[in-house]
């Protein structure tokens, strides 16, 4: 069961905090996968930024004037998100 399944299944059965801490259990299996999960969507974002800078350059896509630094920024400040969290 991936942790999002299992974050839902558990707001779905109860909003006590002591029941969803209850039911992940004292191991970091659940804190693990949302830090890999951060990871993994942080590096997906810097390629498909890539992939969007070189249809720009190519004209295949048009981006608004100053949109590729606030892309980039946001990018940028993901991966530093996530890994901090892995640190």
């Known amino acids: 069961m991936s942790a999002w399944a299992i974050t839902a299944h558990a707001h779905a059965r ?6 969803l801490s209850g039911y992940l ?14 990871d993994l969507y942080a590096n997906q974002g ?3 930024y890539e992939l969007l800078k070189a ?6 896509v048009k981006a608004a004037k100053g949109s590729q630094s606030a892309i980039k920024l946001a990018t940028k400040k993901a ?9």
């Open 25 to 38: 259990g004292r191991k970091n299996t659940f804190d693990n996968a949302m830090i890999e999960f951060a």
């Open 55 to 60: 249809a720009v350059k190519r004209g295949r």
């Open 46 to 48: 810097g390629r498909d």
């Open 14 to 19: 109860s909003t006590d905090a002591a029941v």
């Open 79 to 87: 991966l530093i998100s996530a890994r901090e969290a892995l640190e």
